[in-house]
C-alpha cells in the first residue's frame, strides 16, 4: 500500500526468504510480484543500528 503511494518500502528478513512456513513457490512469486511494485527485499539482513529523523527511518 505504501509503495504505491509513492513511498520507499523495504523488508528486511534475517532469514533466507520471506515467510519461511509457506511454499517456496508461493513465496518466489509473493516477492515477484512485491519487486515489480517498487518493493524491495533483503533476505539474511542483520540490523546493526536505527536512526530515525522527520522524515525517515535509517538502518
Not at 509503495?3 to 517456496?24: D, H, M, Q, S, Y
Not at 518466489?28 to 529523523?53: D, S
Amino acid at each position: 500500500m505504501f509503495a504505491k503511494c509513492g513511498a520507499n518500502v523495504t523488508i528486511l528478513e534475517g532469514g533466507p526468504r520471506i515467510l519461511p512456513g509457506f511454499e517456496v513457490e508461493l513465496v518466489h512469486q509473493l516477492t515477484k510480484q512485491m519487486t515489480v511494485e517498487g518493493i524491495a527485499v533483503v533476505p539474511n539482513a542483520i540490523v546493526l543500528h536505527a536512526e530515525e529523523n522527520e522524515e525517515n527511518v535509517i538502518l
